[in-house]
């Protein structure tokens, strides 16, 4: 009997998937009958019902053992996308792009029109992060129309939704949503980590129903306990570069104002090693910050390592601080220096002492200044230096009235002969300080020093109104201090001032360079002043006429001898001044 089944049939199903090759043998089979009843006539009947029967159970069982295979085909597959999405998923932490990695693979795998991924804000709410939708496009925000009753309950149960068609599911037979937007398929899972609830992946389709399986949520629900995972540690890690930039930032800022502080700030370890010092502190040490980490701050300051050692020790050992420590130092690079230190404890966020922090300030130059200002109020008062405006002090003069004094010690010339010049000064020096002394303490304004006299003027360089009165007061506290002088000095010591003091109008100001200038008056009024001191005796205070008509009610004068000064056509009148009046 020849036999028409198909040669080409059997010979490539053998080269096909199981499921493939099952349906081949129904074909098989088919055909096998199909020639048997054409054969029907060879064999007897009830031959032919059995064969007949035994293949048509065949092609039955074939049948049920393809559809089995060929789920197993599918399941095996999506278990197969399962890995290679994840290890797609897992290749990256940039959270947008695992996000989006995460709905077109569930819009693949499951053939939703479209697919929302929600994570749970700060405030505890269900934000839509990412949609998508089947050609693998981001959804505007005027697509953002979902089924919050599905997503609530699935937040608040923590199990999965699925229906086949929501708008004759029972369960949402009162959502407005759901029939308001027509919705058919909808799929949604939860998304856990640890057992927390953190997000929903939600998928619908809006036209078809029943296009969600068991199979589609059994999918989903392993696909979601992945990304679940990896979308956390997306999130972890953006959060970590966020804070890392913020820190960076930070840091970079803290750096900036670390630099820009004019204090010095070093930071020691608990050994007393240098760990950080800032631009300032180097510049004020004389170092490179090279030069200054890891050494012991005791090796920096050799001259007061003992002093520094104490200190250091005490902010050790009774953890408070020390403010404002001046030490006179020498610098290996810089010499002689003036530092203020201020130590304190250095404590990290758990307020641990971990080692000290110091802040110096060179106050070298200031206090060069000050010794300067010393020196200058040893011309000018001081309440008269508190009074002058430095920015309106320029070279030129000005014409003012004022009161001119000098004081002139008598017979120094003479004395000077018998005593080596290291007496000399210092008798000279007792004696042009008391006189410096008296005058300042009447505000009046030093000009200058001429061997063994002084010159002072009043009114200048601030107005006033009392001038005359105030020098001739300084003049007799000059004669009361050389009184309580003679008191401390042997006799032959024992000199003696001759004064005068004159008033009228002078040119004050600042005479000679930006470089070099003196405050001076120079006019007729200062040379008659001269002169009238000139011809003053020892211990006598001489005053012109001038002089006393600004002070006749308030002191006590007898008239002299009017004075013939050189360069004078006549006689100078003059007044000497013997007390105040009481």
Same mark, same amino acid.
Request: glycine share 6%; hydrophobic share 45%; proline share 3%.
């Given at each position: ?16 998937? @199981? ?13 096998? !009958?199909?020639? @048997? ?14 064969? @007949? ?190 804070? @890392? ?55 920096? +300051?050799? $001259?007061?390592?003992?002093?520094? $050692?104490?200190?250091?020790? +005490?902010?050790?050992?009774?953890? =408070? ?12 690079? =810089? ?38 200002? !010393? ?22 003069? $000005? ?58 003027? +009043? ?5 006033? $109104? ?12 000059? !004669? ?50 001269? !002169? ?25 004068? =007898? ?24």
């Amino acid at each position: 009997m020849s036999s028409p089944v198909d040669d080409d049939l059997l010979n490539s199903s053998s080269s096909l998937p @199981l499921d493939k090759q099952i349906l081949r043998l129904c074909e098989l089979a088919d055909q096998i !009958r199909e020639v @048997l009843q054409k054969s029907a006539s060879q064999l007897d009947s009830t031959t032919l019902a059995e064969v @007949l029967d035994d293949l048509t159970q065949l092609v039955g069982a074939l049948n049920r053992i393809g559809r089995k295979i060929s789920k197993i085909e599918e399941e095996h597959h999506n278990l197969f996308s399962l890995v290679s999405i994840s290890h797609v998923i897992n290749s990256s932490l940039e959270l947008n792009e695992v996000l989006r990695i995460v709905m077109d693979t569930i819009i693949r795998l499951t053939g939703a029109e479209r697919g929302f991924l929600m994570l749970r804000d700060e405030a505890g709410n269900m934000t839509i992060q990412i949609a998508r939708n089947l050609e693998q496009e981001t959804l505007e925000t005027s697509d953002f129309a979902i089924s919050r009753s599905v997503v609530n309950q699935v937040v608040s149960r923590g199990q999965p939704v699925l229906t086949t068609n929501a708008q004759q599911d029972p369960r949402f037979d009162n959502q407005e949503s759901v029939i308001a937007l027509n919705l058919r398929s909808i799929l949604c899972v939860p998304l856990k980590v640890k057992d927390e609830l953190t997000g929903v992946i939600y998928a619908d389709n809006r036209i078809r129903t029943g296009l969600f399986t068991e199979t589609e949520l059994n999918l989903l629900t392993a696909f979601a306990n992945q990304a679940a995972v990896v979308i956390e540690n997306a999130r972890l890690f953006e959060s970590v570069r966020d804070t @890392l930039a913020e820190v960076t930032e930070l840091k970079n800022l803290m750096g900036d104002v670390f630099s820009s502080i004019v204090s010095g700030v070093i930071t020691l370890d608990a050994q007393d090693r240098i760990t950080l010092a800032n631009r300032s502190a180097e510049v004020i040490l004389g170092f490179d910050e090279s030069e200054l980490l890891g050494q012991d701050i005791v090796d920096i +300051f050799p $001259t007061v390592s003992s002093d520094f $050692t104490f200190y250091l020790a +005490f902010v050790r050992k009774t953890n =408070r601080q020390i403010i404002g420590r001046e030490f006179q130092l020498i610098l290996p690079k =810089r010499g002689p220096v003036t530092l203020s230190f201020n130590l304190a404890p250095l404590k990290d966020a758990d307020q641990n002492t971990r080692g000290i922090a110091i802040v110096l300030d060179d106050l070298t130059e200031k206090r060069k200044l000050e010794a300067q200002r !010393r020196l200058f109020e040893r011309m000018v008062s001081p309440a008269v230096i508190e009074q002058i405006n430095t920015n309106e002090l320029k070279l030129g003069g $000005t014409r003012t009235q004022i009161t001119t004094l000098f004081a002139d010690i008598r017979g120094f010339t003479g004395f000077s002969e018998h005593f080596d010049p290291e007496q000399l000064v210092s008798v000279l020096n007792c004696y042009l300080g008391a006189a410096t002394e008296a005058i300042l303490a009447h505000q009046g304004t030093i000009d200058k020093f001429i061997g063994d006299a002084v010159m002072a003027f +009043f009114n200048a360089p601030i107005p006033q $109104t009392d001038h005359a009165l105030r020098a001739v007061n300084a003049a007799l506290a000059i !004669r009361e201090a050389i009184i309580a002088v003679h008191e401390k000095m042997p006799p032959e010591f024992r000199l003696s001032f001759g004064i005068g003091i004159h008033y009228g109008e002078a040119v004050l100001g600042l005479i000679g360079t930006e470089k070099r200038m003196d405050y001076t008056a120079i006019g007729d009024s200062v040379n008659t002043a001269k !002169r009238i001191q000139e011809n003053a005796a020892a211990g006598q205070i001489l005053i012109s006429a001038k002089v006393f008509q600004q002070v006749n009610h308030q002191v006590k004068v =007898r008239p002299v001898v009017p004075v013939q000064a050189k360069g004078k056509s006549q006689p100078i009148l003059v007044y000497e001044l013997l007390a105040m009046k009481k």
